[in-house]
């Protein structure tokens, strides 16, 4: 059985860091390209980051690039976000997922992806 268990989450201040690890078990690890969602109150899972099988490419949502990074380490199975100046409007579920493919033009997309994480709240105070 799969499953991605996200931490890290908190409160932090605006203009803080926190950095979110994701571990992975039950599936061959460095088969999936891993993404990060994330989902404020009443509104809909957006994309944050994506990151290829073997971490030569990543992907970013414009809201997050220059202050969010995403990396791997597959010897240990697990995927992280880090999260640098952060704004209130980081705000939300942040979700750790896998994805079979592994072109951007698909790993935007929430339907892309088959394992999800339980999710970590991250709260940003002004």
């Known amino acids: 059985q799969v499953h991605l268990v996200e931490s890290g989450g908190g409160l932090v201040q605006a203009g803080g860091s926190l950095r979110l690890p994701c571990a992975a078990s039950?599936?061959?690890?460095?088969?999936?390209?891993m993404g990060w969602f994330r989902q404020a109150p009443g509104k809909e899972r957006e994309f944050v980051a994506a990151?290829?099988?073997?971490?030569?490419?990543?992907y970013y949502a414009d809201s997050v690039k220059g202050r969010f990074t995403i990396s791997r380490d597959n010897a240990k199975n697990t995927v992280y976000l880090q999260m640098n100046s952060l704004k209130p409007e980081d705000t939300a579920v942040y979700y750790c997922?896998?994805?079979?493919?592994?072109?951007?033009?698909?790993?935007?997309?929430?339907?892309?992806?088959?394992?999800w994480g339980q999710g970590t709240q991250v709260t940003v105070s002004s």
């Open positions: 997922s896998a994805s079979y493919y592994g072109s951007s033009t698909y790993l935007s997309h929430s339907s892309s992806y088959v394992y």
């Open positions: 039950g599936l061959t690890f460095n088969t999936y390209s």
């Open positions: 990151i290829s099988r073997s971490a030569d490419s990543t």
